[in-house]
């Protein structure tokens, strides 16, 4: 079970640092991310962790602003977002497991979290 928290209201230029608290199983070893999703669109993935070599990727939309980082001790995957914009509003949900996690593309799941809302107001 995967369940996010840290979503809100924050105006433009704010800050927010989403958690993701896992249970039933570890990150380690697997690769995990998030991925957002507007009201009548697919989900789209924003970042990851490769679980090859640790590498992390990001969405070129949120390259530079948002930080994704994992602490597998307390089994729990963070993602800190900077300089938020109104068109970052949407759900965000964790993932893992059964990902594809690369430079070119961050897609698929085995496992995810129900979605913690974050709204940027202009």
């Known amino acids: 079970q995967l369940v996010e928290s840290g979503g809100g209201l924050v105006q433009a230029g704010g800050s927010l640092r989403l958690s993701c608290a896992a249970s039933g199983f570890t990150f380690a070893g697997k690769p995990r991310g998030w991925f957002r999703q507007v009201p009548g669109k697919q989900p789209e993935g924003i970042s990851c962790i490769n679980s090859r070599d640790g590498s992390t990727y990001y969405k070129d939309s949120v390259k530079g602003r948002f930080t994704i980082s994992s602490d597998n001790v307390k089994n729990i995957l963070y993602l800190q977002m900077d300089s938020l914009k109104p068109e970052d509003t949407a759900i965000y949900f964790c993932?893992?497991?059964?990902?594809?996690?690369?430079?070119?593309?961050?897609?698929?799941?085995?496992?995810r979290g129900q979605g913690t809302q974050v709204t940027v107001s202009s």
């Open positions: 993932a893992a497991a059964g990902m594809y996690c690369t430079h070119y593309a961050i897609d698929g799941w085995d496992y």
